[in-house]
Each structure stands twice: as structure tokens, then as C-alpha cells.
């Protein structure tokens, strides 16, 4: 993984862009920082704020011209942000006098500060604290220059600011005046000097950036550099020559990273479409009461990008956007020793892709994701139980027990169908009559569809025959039964790819390119990223396209929602195709804010309900929390998801196959034990359906019988443990007689490993009858001997 | 993993009908070896690993091998 490219990408995410407002101000006062502790009524932390910043804050904050309230994005919507007036009040309310300066040893350097003006006393506050002797020379009998002649400020606020200078440590030297002929002498005498009078008899060019006259020891800088009348520009100026002095005695570089020194700007741009326009407060005396000040700093959007981590739970949980994710990713894949504490995190997104659509410069931490867990497993870093249940799910779906692939029955084989009356009701019957033994379309129904809806694949088998058949008597519609990878890829494990990728490739080979008919959004998004030679079309869309099965259709009368399978956002054929059905079905459509391309996932993306079960429920519950209504989906995994978080879902074949009833029943979903026999049961009803063979039941046979209550059955959901495992231990601890006995509640406990994971169960024996008590696992291995 | 809470128990091994003893016992995962005390049956070796265990200490020690 590139490591630098990435961090390229984490720095241009706008997340810590600083609002107009900052940009805008000479010297970068913290806006939402300050307003924030308003809001607050903290006026003190408030204050601390502003003097952050602000040199001569108590004075400055009272005669500031505030560029920043010009720009502010409020404007529009009720008025900028009175900042200034802000200011004003928290001084007033907030003000607190400094602790004692430490008079620390000033032995960097000496600089002479020309002209005791405003800018003259900032650059000497300033170089004062990083540790230089400096000494102000004045023309008049005392320092402030133009600050006197502010009507806003008072005579004794202004001497009682300024006397700190000299407390500092300062030296200042009073009615000297400083002219171009001895400026020379002064020069020899300091390490640099700083020029800050208002005017001056020679013209100089001054560097806009470092305000260095040439390569020379001069700096200018306050009205003479700004030539304009702002105090809070002049201020900034005086803040920015002691950085170059600085540099300039240290030897360091003079322009190395300063771009964003005095007013820029900024990448942020804040839209305010969706905000309400609220009027600026008007103050009722001299400055804002404390109540007035904090319903003027509610009015601050406090604008920043949040877009991505409104619309993603899963940023939302670990607190983070773009910009610190990667860092994080860059600090866990860098670390050599030491906790990966990102692990977590990384396998917690859904890899949906919603942050990029949102995203105003499109950073998607999808592909990022993505690339973080392939590089995990290339250094065996990933961690081990966050996808082993999924992964030995998948190769289930990839073994005898469920993958099967027939070519559509022939012609010769079905002839027992040829006759009055099936021919002439059955489309299906017609659809083999006209077999052609060219396979022009694969059914793939993928493996989540069939452990949750296996009643359907049947039945949109035969359907897709005679639908397919009856317009394109060429082609014939084949089955292939099987898991396309999805789990893996989503796993970071590119080795168990090709298991499934060139076994799907070999067979569309062989049966001369169909096109694959794909039920699963997951399986769409795989075949797409890993087999694009292969040509798709999603079910839905051969049911709009080829009519829909023809069932005793009650028309539905009511409103659902959709929500759209994250893994199709881009498809937007499909979602017109689903609308489509589901308006012919009668029913109408509620469209979520987050639909089609701005779909949500539903959590079981990025196999997070298995990394991360809480992260995937959060998914869950955004969703749900979107609509009142009861939501449709065409997505097996969707509605799993969602049923499991308590909402009414129907899958798009629910609703075609009429199966939206009994609306007071809670709805069920098969466990992940059902899920794996459903998938067996499936192949072998249609083997034996279908293409007439007939399949010995491979399942083991156990002389006792087990019984689970469903607090158990939930438990082992919880724990990933599948009946075949307690079967297992049960089975093994009768037979081998190895397990505990409890004396006092006379339960047994019996443990096996089986690969990679050591299955315990508790239980009670009473003949035959196993009544399970307790399941738990562990994968640390127990050496025994 | 140094610490085993319970040290007694009224789990007997049901084959050798034996009541059980804390001893060390190896254990690995992953890159970790590490001995410790746990309660087996002194005839046949068989470790007894209770409910707490498994989903305590020893899903926490699982859990920081896997993100070393
Ligand atoms: S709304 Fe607040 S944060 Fe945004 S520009 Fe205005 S003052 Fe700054
Ligand atoms: S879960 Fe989706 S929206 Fe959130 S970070 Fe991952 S890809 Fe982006
Ligand atoms: S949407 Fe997120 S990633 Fe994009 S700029 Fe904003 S904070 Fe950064
Ligand atoms: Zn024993």
C-alpha cells in the first residue's frame, strides 16, 4: 500500500479547514472556538480564546475592523456573525488580568523595534517571548502611536495594557527619533531590527511574505508594510516579522511553510441551502449582556465539512472523518511493535461507498478500506476471528453440500411434461419443449438469497424458463448455485478469490458466455469488479423486462419504503426496474433521503456484523429510524439486517410472490444453522425437482436427540456456533466419554475442537435426550498431555 | 494470563471420575505460548475452561495477540 499517496488523500479532506471567518482574520482568532465557549457562558475560557491570538487582546478586541465578519456565511441568512461585538462583551465579561510574567534569560539575540507604535510593541511582545533582548525606540514620550487617537478606547486602559511591555523586560527608549542616516548605526549594533513608524523617508521594497528588505537584518513591517489603516492587519504584521526575525537570527528558513500567514483562503466551502435564517441580535446597551452574547453565538454555523460523518454511523462511532482515519491507517500499518489499535475500526466500515457520494471533493474510504485489510493479511496482520466465521461460511457455499451447476433440462429428459394439459398451462413445460441445449442465461441466485429465501429459487427458476424462452427460443436459462467471493474480497483475502472467481469463469467458458441472471447486489458488485468479461443483468430486470411470475397477485394497496442495496448505487437501470415492479404490484413508493446513489448500508457490508456486531447495529438503526413505514428490499442480506433490528422488511420476491401477509406476525429470520440447511436442502430439492437425480442426504446421523431452547438458539447466534458444532462435541463426548460431570446439578460439560476453535456445551442427559444448557467458544488452543 | 481465578471447582472428570487440580498447562494462539494454571483432571489431562474464562480472560489475551 502507498503509504504517501494516501497521506495525499487525508490532506485534502476539508474536515479541519478553518470557516471564512478565521481565514479571513489577520491573525486566525479560533471563531467557533470562541463563540462556542459563549454559547457556553463561559465568558473567561472565551477570553482565553481571543488572547490566544489577538496580541493587546483587551485593546484590539475594542477597536478591531473585522475583516472576518465580511465573510461570514451567515450573511445571507439573517446577517453576519457580530463578532466584534462579541469581542467587545467578553472582554467586558471575561477579561481576567494576567498571572506575573516569569522573567525568563533573553539570550537568543538583541533586536531594536523602530516606532512604539501598535506594530512595534506587538513585534516586541512577540520576539520578548521567544527569548530576545529587544529595545523600542519611540520619538514621542510614550508608546501606542495611533491607539490614542481611537474613541473606543480609554486613556487608562490603554497605559495600563502597554505598562506590561516594560514589566516584561523590555527596554524602551523614549523621544529618540530614528532617521534613515542613523538607521545604519542601529543595524550594526542589533541582529536585526524591526521598522514600525507609520511613515518613513525612503521607500523600500519589502518581501510580502517575510517582510525582509532584501537579504538584510531590516524588517518593516505595521501601516508602512500594510498601507492601510487596519489596526488588526498592523497587529498581524508585527506578529509575522517576529516569526522572520526569529528565523532570520536562527538561520532557519524564512519561507518554509507560511503560505497560510495573514488572510487566505480557505478550501472550506460551507453551504448554507438548508439553514434558516435567523436576524443578528441587537444590543440593548454599549456592548452585548452576557443572554445576548449567547443567543448572537448560536446564531455561528460553526462551519465545517461534517458531510461524511452525518451521513456514516460508522465514522460516527470511532468519532472520525477522512482525514484522521487515515492517519490511523498510515499509524497502523507503519507500527512495527506494539498494539495495530485501528484493527478494529478498519474491519468495522461496510465498504459502502456513501462518504464518497457525499464527499464535496469525493474522498472515499471504501477503495482505502479496502486496500488497508488486503495489506493486512499480506503481513498477516489481520486479525484472525474478525472474518473466520464468514470465511468458513463461504467455502461451505462453495462445496458439494450447496454449489451445483446444470444446464437448463433437456428436451429428451422432460418429455414427460409434453403433454395436454401441462404444455398448454405450464409456460415452463413450453419453455424445455423449446430447449436448444445452448445455454444463453445462468441463473445465480448467490448464497445469501438462497439460505434466507430458498422457497423462491425454484419457482423463479421455472418462471425464468418459460419467461426467457417463450421471447428468445435460442437461449436456454441454466442454474449455477454457488458463493461469488463477495466474503472474501470483503475479507482482504485475495488468496480464496479465485476458489470461487475461476470456477464461475471456467464454467461460463464451457457453456459458451451466457449471461449471468443475478438476484444478489453483493454478487453484482463482485462479478463486476472481478469477472467484467461477464455479461450481467439483475433479476430485477429480466422481470421487467420479461414479465413477472404469474401469481394469484392480491394488489397492494399500502406505502413501503426502499431502501436501495448500497452495493448497487450506481446502478441506476436497476433501481428504475424495481420501482418499476413495485409500482405494478400496486403498491406506492416512499423515497428515503439516503436512496439510489446515496443508499445506506444496512450493516452486513464489509462483513462488519461479523467484525463489529454493535457497529453493524448502529447501521441497522439509522436506517430503521429513516421512515415509519415498512421498508422493501431486494437485498437478502438487507432484509435480514433489518428484520433482525425489529423493522417489518419485505424482499422485492415477497411482494411478487404474493407473501406479504399476516402483518401482525413477527417476522423471522433462519439462523446462521438454518441458513447452511437451507442452502443443502435447496440443492437437493432441485436436483431432484428439477433434473429428476436423486442425492443421498449427506448429513450425519446422531443417535440421540438434541433440544435447544431459544435463549440457547440466540446464544449460539450471538457466538457464532452452529448446530453441526454441538452436535459435534455432543456426539464426541458420548462416544469418547470425555467430558465433566457436575454432581450437584448433574450436567455434563463436554469441549472439541474443530479446526481452528475449541466448542464447548453444557448439557443435560436423560437417555437419548440432550437438553443443551450452555455453548461457548474459544480459539486459544489447550495443549493436553 | 498469569492469574486463574477459580482454583477449585465441582466439575469432575466424568471418565476417570477424578476431581480436578490446578496445574500448568501450555496454551498457545496465534505467535503466544504461555503456561498457566488451570484445573484438570490428574488421570487424564483433560483442562476443564469454564464459561468466565473462555469469554474473559482468554478472549482478552485472543483478542491483544491478534492486533500485535
Ligand atoms: S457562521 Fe460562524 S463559523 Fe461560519 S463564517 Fe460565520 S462566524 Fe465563522
Ligand atoms: S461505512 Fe461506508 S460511508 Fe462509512 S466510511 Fe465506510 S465506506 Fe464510507
Ligand atoms: S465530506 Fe468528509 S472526507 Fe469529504 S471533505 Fe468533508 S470531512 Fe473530509
Ligand atoms: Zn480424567
Known amino acids: 500500500m502507498d503509504l504517501d499517496k494516501l497521506l495525499d488523500i487525508s490532506n485534502q479532506c476539508i474536515h479541519s479547514e478553518p470557516p471564512t471567518c478565521v481565514a479571513s482574520c489577520p491573525v486566525h482568532m479560533d471563531v467557533i472556538a470562541f463563540v462556542s465557549e459563549i454559547e457556553k457562558g463561559d465568558f473567561a475560557k472565551a477570553y482565553k480564546v481571543m488572547e490566544n491570538k489577538i496580541p493587546f487582546s483587551r485593546l484590539i478586541g475594542k477597536i478591531c475592523d473585522h475583516p472576518c465578519e465580511r ?12 463578532i466584534s461585538e462579541l469581542e467587545k462583551s467578553v472582554i467586558d465579561l471575561g477579561y481576567m488580568p494576567p498571572k506575573k510574567p516569569l522573567l525568563m534569560p533573553k539570550t537568543k539575540g538583541t533586536v531594536a523595534v523602530i516606532g512604539g507604535g501598535l506594530s512595534g510593541c506587538v513585534t516586541a511582545v512577540e520576539l520578548d517571548k521567544k527569548g530576545y533582548k529587544v529595545t523600542i525606540y519611540e520619538k514621542t514620550d510614550r508608546l501606542g502611536g495611533s491607539l ?20 516584561k523586560g523590555i527596554s524602551v527608549v523614549y523621544t529618540t527619533e530614528v532617521t534613515e542616516q542613523t ?117 455561528c454555523l460553526k462551519c465545517q465539512c461534517t458531510e461524511c460523518i452525518k451521513a456514516c454511523v460508522h465514522m460516527q462511532r470511532f468519532n472520525i472523518t477522512p482525514d484522521s482515519y487515515i492517519r490511523s491507517i498510515n499509524h497502523n500499518e507503519r507500527i512495527v511493535l506494539g498494539t495495530r489499535s485501528a484493527n478494529l475500526m478498519i474491519n468495522s466500515c461496510t465498504e459502502c461507498g456513501l462518504c464518497k457520494e457525499v464527499c464535496p471533493i469525493g474522498i472515499g474510504m471504501k477503495e482505502i478500506i479496502h486496500a488497508t485489510r488486503q495489506s493486512m493479511v499480506e503481513r498477516k496482520k489481520m486479525p484472525l476471528s474478525a472474518h473466520d466465521f464468514a470465511l468458513k461460511d463461504m467455502q461451505f457455499s462453495n462445496s458439494d453440500a450447496f454449489s451445483l451447476i446444470r444446464k437448463q433440462p433437456s428436451k429428451e429428459a422432460s418429455k414427460n411434461l409434453f403433454y395436454y394439459p401441462v404444455i398448454a398451462f405450464s409456460a415452463y413445460a413450453r419453455g424445455l419443449y423449446k430447449g436448444s441445449s445452448k445455454t444463453g442465461y445462468l441463473f445465480y441466485p448467490g448464497c445469501q438469497l438462497s439460505s434466507t429465501h430458498t422457497e423462491y429459487i425454484g419457482d423463479i427458476y421455472k418462471h425464468l424458463v418459460g419467461a426467457i424462452k417463450n421471447k428468445d427460443a435460442d437461449n436456454d436459462v441454466g442454474l449455477y ?5 463477495a466474503p472474501a474480497d470483503w475479507a482482504g483475502r485475495l488468496d480464496l478469490m479465485p476458489e470461487s472467481i475461476e470456477k464461475i469463469h471456467k464454467t461460463w467458458q464451457e457453456m459458451d458466455e451466457p449471461t449471468f441472471i443475478l438476484a444478489c447486489s453483493s454478487c453484482a458488485a463482485t462479478f463486476e469488479k472481478y469477472l467484467p468479461m461477464i455479461k450481467t443483468i439483475s433479476l430485477w430486470e429480466v422481470f421487467d423486462t420479461y414479465g413477472l411470475p404469474e401469481v394469484d397477485i392480491k394488489k397492494g394497496k399500502r406505502e413501503l419504503c426502499i431502501h436501495d442495496a448500497c452495493a448497487t448505487r450506481h446502478n441506476s437501470k436497476l433501481h428504475q426496474s424495481v420501482r418499476h415492479i413495485v409500482k405494478t404490484l400496486g403498491y406506492t413508493i416512499q423515497e428515503l433521503e439516503y436512496s439510489k446513489e446515496k443508499a445506506k448500508c444496512c450493516g452486513y457490508g464489509g462483513l462488519v456484523s461479523n467484525a463489529n456486531p454493535e457497529q453493524a447495529e448502529d447501521f441497522v438503526k439509522d436506517r430503521i429510524e429513516e421512515s415509519e413505514h415498512d421498508v422493501l428490499v431486494y437485498c437478502a442480506m438487507c432484509k435480514d439486517a433489518l428484520v433482525k433490528g425489529s423493522k417489518r422488511a419485505y424482499h422485492l420476491l415477497d411482494i411478487i410472490y404474493g407473501n406479504e401477509v399476516n402483518q401482525d406476525e413477527p417476522q423471522k429470520m433462519p439462523t446462521l444453522s438454518e441458513r447452511q440447511n437451507n442452502r ?39 457466538r457464532f ?15 469418547h466419554k470425555e467430558r465433566f460431570f457436575n454432581p450437584q446439578t448433574s450436567d455434563y460439560l463436554a469441549r472439541l475442537r474443530v479446526q481452528n476453535v475449541t466448542f464447548w456445551v453444557k448439557y443435560e442427559e436423560q437417555g437419548s435426550d440432550i437438553t443443551v444448557k450452555d455453548v461457548y467458544s474459544h480459539r486459544m488452543e489447550v495443549v493436553e498431555d | 494470563m498469569n492469574e486463574q481465578t477459580n482454583t477449585t471447582t465441582v466439575w469432575m472428570c466424568d471418565k476417570c471420575q477424578k476431581a480436578l487440580m490446578s496445574q500448568k498447562v501450555k496454551v498457545r494462539y496465534l505467535e503466544g505460548n504461555f503456561e498457566v494454571e488451570l484445573l484438570k483432571c490428574p488421570e487424564c489431562n483433560m483442562v476443564f475452561i469454564g464459561e468466565d474464562l473462555a469469554l474473559g480472560k482468554i478472549l482478552e489475551v485472543e483478542k491483544s495477540l491478534e492486533d500485535k
Not at chain 1, 150 to 158: C, D, F, K, N, V
Not at chain 1, 481 to 485: A, E, S, T
Open chain 1, 71 to 82: 465573510v461570514c456565511v451567515r450573511e445571507n441568512c439573517g446577517g453576519s456573525i457580530r
Open chain 1, 148 to 167: 490614542w487617537a481611537h474613541e473606543g478606547l480609554e486613556a487608562s486602559l490603554i497605559e495600563e495594557e502597554l505598562s506590561t511591555i516594560e514589566k
Open chain 1, 183 to 299: 538607521l545604519q548605526t542601529y543595524l550594526q549594533q542589533y541582529d536585526a531590527l524591526y521598522l514600525g513608524t507609520s511613515e518613513w523617508s525612503k521607500h523600500y521594497t519589502i518581501h510580502p511574505q517575510t517582510l525582509q528588505v532584501d537579504d538584510s537584518a531590516l524588517f518593516v513591517g505595521g501601516k508602512l508594510q500594510t498601507q492601510n489603516p487596519s489596526v488588526i492587519f498592523s497587529a498581524s504584521s508585527g506578529k509575522r516579522a517576529a516569526v522572520s526575525i526569529d528565523r532570520y537570527i536562527t538561520k532557519t528558513s524564512m519561507s518554509a511553510s507560511r503560505e497560510r500567514e495573514g488572510v487566505f483562503e480557505t478550501k472550506l466551502e460551507f453551504k448554507t441551502d438548508n439553514v434558516t435564517p435567523v436576524e443578528s441580535v441587537e444590543k440593548t446597551s454599549a456592548y452585548y449582556a452576557e443572554n445576548e452574547a449567547i443567543q448572537e453565538a448560536k446564531r
Open chain 1, 481 to 485: 448455485l454457488g458463493c461469488c467471493g
Open chain 1, 680 to 718: 443443502k436442502r435447496l440443492k437437493y430439492k432441485l436436483l431432484k425437482e428439477i433434473w429428476n437425480e436423486e442425492e443421498s442426504d449427506m448429513s450425519p446421523s446422531y443417535n440421540f436427540t438434541l433440544h435447544l431452547c431459544d435463549e440457547i438458539v440466540a446464544l449460539m447466534e450471538k
Open chain 1, 721 to 735: 456456533i452452529l448446530l453441526s458444532d454441538v452436535e459435534k462435541v455432543v456426539e464426541h463426548s458420548l462416544t
